[in-house]
């Protein structure tokens, strides 16, 4: 993410398979790999929670049958905007911010780190 961006929307539409139910699965929660720094997620329009911790797992209950779309909002580290400002000063932020981190600071991963999965859960 560039200095100007501090969130990321990313979407994707699923289906899930009709057939599940007929062999003893329900769509479990949506689940992602790991999610830097943090993330909100919309099913349908509908707020689905947020992501700030392990595991970043949302509950699908606003899933339906057909076609749903899956939102997430993604908000990098306010660390990497602080190293971004120390490597080239754009002078919109203000001290003592502009002097916490030195321009050789290591910038931290951002965004969706892996897969997104439906995890099916089978009725015993």
Not at 34 to 44: H, T
């Amino acid at each position: 993410m560039d200095r100007k961006s501090s969130e990321v929307l990313w979407s994707e539409f699923v289906d899930p398979p009709r057939h599940s139910r007929c062999f003893g699965a329900r769509v479990g929660p949506v689940q992602f790999t790991d999610v830097a720094d943090m993330a909100r997620v919309k099913i349908n329009g509908g707020d689905a929670g947020v992501l700030w911790k392990a595991p970043y797992r949302v509950s699908t209950s606003a899933l339906r049958s057909g076609t749903n779309r899956i939102e997430v909002s993604v908000t990098s580290p306010w660390r990497n905007r602080l190293i971004d400002e120390a490597r080239s000063s754009t002078g919109t932020l203000y001290p003592p911010m502009t002097g916490v981190f030195t321009d050789d600071a290591e910038i931290l991963p951002a965004g969706l780190l892996g897969p997104m999965s439906l995890v099916y859960n089978h009725r015993p």
